[in-house]
């Protein structure tokens, strides 16, 4: 495999009789050969571990993305490939992280729990259960993943608010290589718009450690947002299988001439004061925005496969703040291939270092809900529609959560960003260490042998 680190290789001439002339055309394609090859493993390199790939239980299903290359992370900060080592947390190792998984009573499976805005934590728990880049020696792990489907448990009542709290405090209170490092090196899901305040007394217990969610903003309704810019990673959310594996097969794009809206918004008002303002607009200009009160429950329903034949019908799929700054709207729009118009002022969005949004989707103050958002809109023209479309339909490939032997994918981007996140020494308030490289607790015990870096040439 190609690096950046790779030199061309320098022969000694040596006098030999008799041997074949080499031409100046032989040169020439010779020379065409070695640098297309150059190119073609450096673009594989920068998504495939040198490692050997490992079998993937999501692997059974059809996953077909169109993009152009690779996506490249940024040498700075992250280095020139994947090399990481995550422990995942068994659930037989630990009391209590069952019932984070399958309820006090053991009877949610993952299958409960793998649909809606939840499902992000069965499937990066699957995808690194069955990763490359997994360790089962906790000694030589750099992250540590504690898995729970608490959001799901909780929705469907396997444990309520005290009981989760307390199951977290009882978990973590039984984890060594916690304290070790004060929770720095482990990594938690939180999926949906309540972020880690399921776990009431999380300001207390994971204020240092790695929260990966979709949710960048919480202080509407808390005094506290649980997203920390520094240590946090920002997800994708969880986008129905059916549209990220089967794609077109699924819902097939109309061309812009086609399409009835120039925008739409199909979701619930929640009385959320964007949320309204678009549904009065919608009223105001039904020609223009389709916006109706959409019904979750009853004979008038809007079923899944209906509710993407309606969103596929507009050029501009807008995503106002719901609940909390995250909405599903904007990752949904990339595979009905609609521009979306984010309408959340404190939104956070992932894999900043290699996406620019500026070129996949359009952010329009909140403030300025009103006739002159549809005028904006209608202003621009489709060519840049189709532009911005066409951008879009190569990035959305890391809005997927396929298995890692996808050259993009969202577990890509995830570990991506875990990398930048691993530190070579780790240490807390219950960490001490002595002359001889030895790491102890305030008792004095010895921990773990750590041995220090070798020196730099």
Known sequence: MGSPSNKPRVFTSHHHHNLPTCSRVHQIAALALITTTFFLTRAIDSFLSPSSTTPHSL??????????RP???PDRGYGSDLSIKIYVYDEREIDGLKDLLKGEKGTITPNHCIKGQWGTQVKIHKLLLESRFRTRKKEEADLFFVPSYVKCVR?????NDKQINETYIKVISQMPYF???GGRDHIF????GAGAHFFKSWPTFLNRSIFLTPEGDRTDKRDTSAFNTWKDIIIPGN??????RDGENFVQPLPLSRRKYLANYLGRAQGKVGRLQLLELAKQYPDKLESPDLKFKGPDKLEREDYFQHLHNAKFCLAPRGESSWSLRIYESFFVECVPVILSDQIELPFQNVIDYTKISIKWPSTQIGPQLLEYLESIPDKHIDEMIAHGRQVRCLFVYAPESELCSAIKGILWELQRKVRLFHQSTETF???NGSVVNRNLV???NWKPPMPLP
């Open 59 to 68: 692997s059974h299903s059809s996953y077909s993305f169109s993009y152009d």
């Open 71 to 73: 996506l490249q992370w």
């Open 155 to 159: 929705m469907m009542g396997g444990l």
């Open 179 to 181: 304290r070790r490092s």
């Open 189 to 192: 899901v939180f999926p949906s």
């Open 239 to 244: 986008v129905d299988d059916r549209m990220t």
């Open 433 to 435: 260490w002595l002359h």
């Open 446 to 448: 010895e921990f773990y």
